[in-house]
């Protein structure tokens, strides 16, 4: 199993979303955003919780992630969100590295986040999904 950003960051590289840590063009990143290129996807792992799942005999999860997006522009940003959210938004049932995805759902909107200070766009946009160890 790996945290739920490793598996996103997967997916979204298996769509062409971007590539990971490519210097030029779309890299994705994981936990960790880098000062350079301008363009890139981040993908974090953020709180959530677990319960138990008495008919499977094993437990399920309900993790969250959030991807930010950090550009020049700002139309690029809002444009490469969608196409994340696109792939994202319906995905059912799958598995990635040892984890089954009964669900992915984002939990907010395309949002802009703040500007760096070196005035690039940066926007936000918050997934949950529920997971369980792949049998």
């Known amino acids: 199993m790996s945290p739920a950003s490793v598996d996103i960051k997967d997916v979204l590289v298996e769509n062409g979303v ?6 030029r063009g779309w890299g994705i990143y994981v936990a960790q955003q880098p000062a350079e290129p301008d363009n890139v996807i981040t993908i974090y792992d953020a709180p959530g919780r677990q319960e138990s ?6 437990w399920v999860s309900f993790v969250r992630v959030f ?12 444009r490469k969100m969608q196409e994340i959210l696109s792939i994202l938004k319906v995905k059912d049932r799958f598995e990635k590295n040892g984890t089954e995805y009964l669900s992915l759902r984002d939990w907010s ?5 703040r500007m760096d200070d070196k005035e690039r766009w940066e926007w936000i946009l918050n997934f949950e999904a529920v997971t369980t160890p792949a049998q």
């Open 18 to 23: 971007g590539k990971f840590v490519a210097r």
């Open 109 to 113: 909107s395309i949002e802009p986040d």
């Open 53 to 58: 799942d008495q008919s499977r005999g094993t």
């Open 67 to 78: 991807v930010r997006v950090r550009t020049q522009d700002y139309l690029d940003g809002f």
